[in-house]
């Protein structure tokens, strides 16, 4: 019955604190995890019902569609049937592997010393500061950072996460919804139940993307339909179809916009967030961020590199029965 589903933050109550702390449990966050692990998503009870809400959004069209106007258009054309079958099911299935997918959790640190459970040591609090890289990919500092105790003009921060105990890779951020660091952390999707990180960012693109198509369709097939037949007071559902997908449409197409601008200058929604509050940029300076970035390369790179990040098989710790 675990191997179905499993919530090891919950085992907290009912396990001793020491026996948790050391158990591979720990190292899961605040998550539900399904089928041994392979799927999961956040325990959190208020986001999942988002989720599920999404879900019902993303299906209720396509079952009215194929009840109501797929025999008519599939007289007319097959093609438009089954274009829009496999649209849509492009749009469902990058939801379901946006929001169960890992988005990138790297493991929390269970091996503390004494002094280090309780309280992290001073030095832990501070930032690490490293050169960033210019366009070529070499830091090529100016004569005033040359100095010794100079800062670097565009640095990569690393920080020490309190919660996990470890030293946060570039680009990692801790969530804590998910209570776990996040690689390459874009933002954490209430409507996913899930953070969008390393390992999901494309697939999250690919669901606004598709998303997009399908609201389209709708549009084009509800009012075409209604405009050919019979009109709004015989055919209502298409009527209702062609105003779902213009409603439906908005806010996907201005959330993938937004990010196709980001993705294009190199960063993830995390740090342009961040970038604007430190260098006090206005709206009107968003496409000059790449300016203040060390990840950036060029456009298409930036492009290729963000949308296209493989997924690592991380091995499983070693067991205490591991022969050395």
Same mark, same amino acid.
């Given at each position: 019955?675990?191997?179905?589903?499993?919530?090891?933050?919950?085992?907290?109550?009912?396990?001793?604190?020491?026996?948790?702390?050391?158990?591979?449990?720990?190292?899961?966050?605040?998550?539900?995890?399904?089928?041994?692990?392979?799927?999961?998503?956040?325990?959190?009870?208020?986001?999942?019902?988002?989720?599920?809400?999404?879900?019902?959004?993303?299906?209720?069209?396509?079952?009215?569609?194929?009840?109501?106007?797929?025999?008519?258009?599939?007289?007319?054309?097959?093609?438009?049937?089954?274009?829009? $079958?496999?649209?849509?099911?492009?749009?469902?299935?990058?939801?379901?592997?946006? $929001?169960?997918?890992?988005?990138?959790?790297?493991?929390?640190?269970?091996?503390?010393?004494?002094?280090?459970?309780?309280?992290?040591?001073?030095?832990?609090?501070?930032?690490?500061?490293?050169?960033?890289?210019?366009?070529?990919?070499?830091?090529?500092?100016?004569?005033?950072?040359?100095?010794?105790?100079?800062?670097?003009?565009?640095?990569?921060?690393?920080?020490?996460?309190?919660?996990?105990?470890?030293?946060?890779?570039?680009?990692?951020?801790?969530?804590?919804?998910?209570?776990?660091?996040?690689?390459?952390?874009?933002?954490?999707?209430?409507?996913?139940?899930?953070?969008?990180?390393?390992?999901?960012?494309?697939?999250?693109?690919?669901?606004?993307?598709?998303?997009?198509?399908?609201?389209?369709?709708?549009?084009?097939?509800?009012?075409?339909?209604?405009?050919?037949?019979?009109?709004?007071?015989?055919?209502?559902?298409?009527?209702?179809?062609?105003?779902?997908?213009?409603?439906?449409?908005?806010?996907?197409?201005?959330?993938? $916009?937004?990010?196709?601008?980001?993705?294009?200058?190199?960063?993830?929604?995390?740090?342009?967030?961040?970038?604007?509050?430190?260098?006090?940029?206005?709206?009107?300076?968003?496409?000059?961020?790449?300016?203040?970035?060390?990840?950036?390369?060029?456009?298409?790179?930036?492009?290729?590199?963000?949308?296209?990040?493989?997924?690592?098989?991380?091995?499983?710790?070693?067991?205490?029965?591991?022969?050395?």
């Amino acid at each position: 019955m675990e191997w179905v589903v499993s919530f090891p933050q919950w085992r907290k109550d009912q396990t001793d604190k020491d026996d948790f702390e050391s158990s591979e449990a720990s190292l899961l966050g605040n998550y539900i995890l399904c089928c041994g692990g392979k799927v999961k998503t956040a325990a959190d009870p208020t986001n999942l019902a988002r989720m599920i809400g999404v879900g019902l959004i993303i299906i209720t069209p396509a079952v009215l569609f194929y009840i109501f106007d797929s025999n008519w258009y599939w007289e007319k054309s097959p093609a438009i049937v089954i274009l829009f $079958a496999y649209t849509w099911l492009l749009a469902l299935g990058n939801f379901l592997l946006a $929001a169960f997918t890992d988005p990138g959790t790297v493991p929390r640190n269970i091996h503390l010393s004494r002094d280090e459970s309780g309280n992290s040591p001073p030095e832990y609090y501070n930032v690490i500061r490293l050169p960033g890289a210019r366009k070529d990919g070499v830091f090529s500092p100016s004569e005033e950072e040359s100095e010794s105790n100079a800062q670097p003009r565009y640095p990569i921060e690393i920080k020490y996460c309190t919660t996990c105990h470890i030293w946060r890779p570039p680009r990692t951020s801790h969530c804590g919804t998910c209570d776990s660091c996040i690689s390459v952390h874009d933002h954490h999707c209430v409507w996913l139940n899930n953070c969008v990180g390393v390992h999901n960012y494309g697939f999250f693109l690919r669901f606004l993307a598709f998303s997009i198509l399908c609201c389209s369709w709708l549009i084009v097939l509800g009012f075409l339909r209604m405009a050919q037949d019979g009109g709004a007071t015989k055919r209502p559902i298409s009527l209702l179809l062609g105003i779902y997908g213009s409603l439906g449409i908005l806010y996907p197409l201005l959330l993938l $916009a937004f990010h196709m601008v980001i993705i294009w200058q190199g960063i993830t929604t995390r740090e342009y967030l961040h970038l604007t509050k430190e260098h006090q940029l206005s709206m009107k300076d968003v496409f000059r961020i790449w300016k203040f970035n060390p990840h950036n390369v060029s456009p298409i790179k930036n492009f290729a590199i963000q949308t296209n990040r493989q997924r690592v098989k991380r091995s499983r710790p070693p067991s205490n029965n591991t022969k050395t």
